[in-house]
């Protein structure tokens, strides 16, 4: 019984938190990975514009919930994603056009545009910040919970209880379900092989007859849709606040990284290998280990390797173990 309560902490506090967070990061990941396998470049404003897109989101969501518009036990956030993601594309391609063009035309070395996402990266921010405030903003409704604690110990018996959230369960499926159909796109349709190719060898690829710059349309509308699902999908979980989507760019690289840039299949491992990190080392295993030991061995302490204030310090040092030991990736990306 013990051992089942155990699990059961575990899941609750470790598993379904960190699978959760690691879809997000995963979606995230994506987008800088496809950005920096295409268009070869960092893109430092990626965080920013998943804030932009879950902006928008948020905007179109209070709307229609003040319509009275609402999808029942879902999320109505769900229902203004596609308004998100048209606004997010109509900026990154915007931003492409009168900032990202002209260094690209110049042949300008990866660093120059490193520093140019930068500076695009301050003004989103500002942006957001601007329209919609710097404060948490809950923008969720629809029932809370797909089985909540009291409910799983009525129906086990358990001492404790396992809660999972819609807003994890919708993250998941969200995930699975989007990374089948980048793959699929990827692999099956002639655009998706167009950007393979490009991404692969650009002179060969025009040689070929592929369009330049609908390649770099495609991928710009590609990770807008990408970074507004994973922006939406944290703060339909969390909650949204500007400051917190650029402290995501860290992760989110840290993710691409292990993983290895360029390899969309590496983002996603690099996804989940970051949020378990994070959720184990900042967890405080005392519950678990109680259960688990003798209670003459039972710890008096929390068990906690580190505050979760210091989350993102774990993303760091695995980023910089991976530079220094790996610096391919888990999947033999290209080298940063």
Known sequence: MDILNALVTLANFVLVPALAYGSQLAIGALGVTLIYGILRFSNFAHGDTMAFGTMVTVLVTWGLQAAGVSLGPLPTALLAMPVGIAATALLVLGTDRIVYRFYREQKAKPVILVIVSMGVMFVMNGLVRFIIGPNDQNFTDGE???????????????????????????????????????????????????????????????????????????????VAALATVAGVLYGIDKSFKPFTYFQLLLPIFAAAIVGGLGSPLGAIAGGFVIAFSEVTITYAWKKVAAYMLPESLAPDGLMQMLAVDYKFAVSFVILVIVLLFRPTGLFKGKSV
């Open 144 to 222: 809370r919970f797909i089985i909540s604690a009291r409910d799983f110990k009525n129906m086990t018996g358990l001492e404790e209880g396992l809660a999972i959230k819609t807003s994890q369960g919708i993250t998941v499926v969200t995930a699975i379900i989007v990374v089948a159909l980048l793959f699929w796109f990827l692999n099956r349709t002639r655009t998706g092989k167009s950007m393979r190719a490009y991404s692969d060898n650009e002179d060969l690829a025009l040689l070929s007859g592929i369009n330049p710059e609908r390649v770099v349309a495609v991928t710009w509308i590609i």
